[in-house]
């Protein structure tokens, strides 16, 4: 193969006698060339393209990164909040079994209960066969088991002011119901329950009452809670109020200036039922008190002597 050069300023041309290794060579590097070029271009960009698709998926990691430090943050920010939340419900709690304490003690001392009967400090005790088995197991903070504890305490300090609030009005109902002093808030005794001598005819006589003497218009209050029974003018007694306090009990208030209540009346002791006055068969102002046990007079002073039980 001959390779003729020409040289355009000299005019002259040479030629180049091109053995079998030079003709290789020589066509190595006319198709090498481009397609080295070739080559390279098509690495250069795959190369780019890796980069950017490093670039993309770096972004996308970083975007979650940031994603999730701020979901962190919320989380930390909701923490500190109920943590915050929950240390306030602890002091409220405190405060609570605190007054409930001071409550649950004022009231045991105002029910006048002995030493031991009921102590408030510790709790109600109650127990009973376990009705089956029950495995629980749970993790919890330090702070939610002491809310836990208060929960139980004040529970249990609601539970003993339930018990004692029945008690005391147990004890108020009792206490209600029980015939005990006089049917007046000032006088004297002028005339005593049994034999007598008749004010009005001067012979002996029997008395079913005390007579309790006082200021006209004053007061006549019941002895305990009852219904009253009747009220009106009755012969001998004057104006009369009767009462019925159940068991059996019914006590009579006569002579009286005026009643205060009316038949199907709600009374509660101490409350006033009537004024005192002279009516009837009366030689002053004064308030003739019966007590009737299951129909039959009994003596009064038993029960206007009687203290609380």
């Not at 975007?63 to 999730?68: G, P, R």
């Not at 004053?218 to 009253?228: E, H, K, L, Q």
């Not at 004057?238 to 009316?262: P, W």
């Amino acid at each position: 193969m001959k390779v003729i050069l020409i040289n355009r300023k000299l005019g002259g041309s040479r030629s180049i006698e091109l053995g079998r290794l030079s003709r290789a060579l020589l066509s190595l590097c006319c198709l090498g060339l481009p397609l080295g070029l070739v080559a390279g271009g098509y690495l250069f960009g795959q190369e780019n393209e890796a980069n950017s698709m490093r670039g993309v998926a770096l972004d996308g990691l970083q975007e979650e990164l940031e994603a999730q430090q701020r979901e962190l943050a919320a989380l930390q920010d909701r923490a500190e909040r109920k943590l915050q939340a929950m240390t306030i419900n602890l002091a409220q709690l405190q405060a609570r079994l605190t007054r409930l304490d001071a409550l649950g003690q004022h009231l045991t001392a105002m029910a006048d209960l002995e030493e031991g009967e009921f102590d408030f400090s510790q709790p109600p005790a109650m127990g009973g066969p376990l009705a089956g088995e029950f495995n629980v197991e749970y993790e919890t903070s330090g702070l939610e088991v002491e809310l836990g504890l208060f929960q139980d305490q004040l529970s249990d300090r609601e539970q003993q002011l339930d018990i004692l609030e029945t008690l005391l009005t147990n004890r108020k109902l009792e206490e209600q119901g029980w015939l005990s002093g006089r049917p007046i808030e000032k006088g004297w005794i002028s005339s005593y329950y049994g034999k007598r001598t008749d004010p009005f005819t001067g012979k002996p006589a029997f008395h079913h009452g005390i007579d309790f003497a006082g200021k006209e218009g004053s007061n006549v209050i019941a002895v305990a809670s009852g219904v009253v029974t009747w009220t009106g003018s009755k012969s001998g007694y004057g104006e009369m109020v009767e009462i019925s306090h159940g068991d059996g009990f019914v006590t009579r208030y006569s002579h009286n200036k005026q009643a205060l209540v009316q038949p199907g009346d709600v009374v509660r002791k101490g409350e006033a039922i009537a004024l005192m006055g002279s009516t009837g068969r009366s030689t002053g102002a004064h308030v003739h008190y019966e007590v009737y046990k299951h129909g039959r007079s009994v003596d009064p002073s038993s029960y206007v002597q009687r203290t609380r039980r």
